[in-house]
């Protein structure tokens, strides 16, 4: 058990630019959620997925917000045409199969500047 | 909605003082509630969560909440703090419908020598 991992562990770019985050969930964990967290601020749900099916992205951000994990396992979050305020951490994390009370397991986050 | 309120945002507390990180939440359903600790340049780690039976929950690194559903709290205590315990501490609620985790702001523990 390898934990959650996240890469890139810190991203610069400048406004206007796409970004893309990849989260490597704990094997066999078929649950991976998307969260963001500012600065002075608990994380905030994105979305999720169960395998390859994105259960849920009401809460995207905008339009400029997609995610994907085509095969199960890895997942992306990608970020077009940056903008300021985009500028956060991005957490990912993942859970064993089952109920939903299982514990969610996070990476160690992505950080986010955009200038 | 579903909300998560902790009241400090700051503790600053003197080592091996005890201490009382609070936290309310509101849900008119049965919740299961977590608390997760970040330590500097760290991932968040679950300390302890309470889905259901006694409403004393202990947890790692000698840290125990109590699940007070009258007043909706979920109160995380430590009787004596390390040095060690400085980090910001989140605590979150899911709805036993629910799939995500709604969490409170943080509060920060201060550890001071």
């Known amino acids: 058990d390898t934990g959650v991992s996240q890469d890139p562990r810190h991203k610069i770019t400048k406004r206007g630019q796409n970004v893309t985050f990849r989260c490597d969930p704990i094997s066999e964990h078929n649950r991976l959620y998307w969260y963001r967290q500012t600065l002075g601020q608990g994380p905030e749900f994105l979305t999720y997925?169960?395998?390859?099916?994105?259960?849920?992205k009401s809460r995207l951000l905008s339009d400029r917000f997609s995610a994907e994990r085509p095969k199960g396992s890895f997942s992306t979050l990608e970020i077009q045409r940056t903008e300021q305020g985009d500028s956060a951490m991005y957490l990912c994390a993942s859970t064993l199969p089952g109920s939903l009370k299982e514990t969610q397991y996070f990476g160690p986050g992505t950080r986010l500047l955009v200038l | 909605a579903q909300s998560v309120t902790q009241l400090d945002s700051q503790v600053p507390v003197f080592e091996e003082a005890p201490v009382e990180l609070r936290c309310n939440y509101s849900s008119s359903v049965s919740v299961y509630l977590f608390w997760y600790v970040q330590y500097p340049n760290q991932g968040l780690q679950l300390l302890l969560k309470y889905l259901s039976g006694s409403t004393l929950v202990k947890g790692i690194n000698g840290f125990e909440a109590e699940f007070n559903k009258s007043q909706t709290s979920f109160h995380l205590r430590k009787p004596s703090v390390h040095i060690s315990d400085t980090a910001e501490y989140f605590c979150?609620?899911?709805?036993?419908?629910?799939?995500?985790?709604?969490w409170g702001a943080g509060t920060k523990l201060i550890i001071k020598p």
């Open positions: 979150a609620v899911s709805e036993g419908s629910n799939y995500q985790l709604i």
């Open positions: 997925f169960q395998n390859e099916a994105q259960l849920e």
